[in-house]
């Protein structure tokens, strides 16, 4: 499988998470999986931010809220016992 390819079924996979009737905690298990199968931190960073510019329009906040949450676990802005990743990172905003 291909780079390319990891990253277009990581989107599917997130984009069925997001559908889920608990997103935030479908998400979450997603960050966790896609970490255990070896993408970086940095790599799902990526991958939630740009769903989070994708959601940001939505009447319904809650897959916004979902990428959101899950993208604090991912950089580590959260109690450190919850990180996914050992370190907090840090990356830019997009505007």
């Known amino acids: 499988m291909t780079a390319g390819d990891h990253s277009a079924h990581a989107v599917a996979r997130l984009e069925h998470a997001l559908n889920d009737p608990s997103a935030f905690a479908a998400a979450y298990e997603l960050a966790e999986q896609l970490r255990d199968e070896g993408m970086s931190q940095q790599e799902l960073y990526q991958l939630y931010d740009q769903f989070c ?3 940001h329009d939505d009447t319904d906040d809650t897959r916004l809220d979902a990428v959101l949450d899950t993208l604090d676990f991912i950089t580590g802005w959260c109690h450190p016992g919850r990180r996914l990743f050992p370190a907090a990172a ?3 905003s997009t505007p």
């Open 53 to 55: 510019e994708r959601h």
């Open 90 to 92: 840090e990356f830019p």
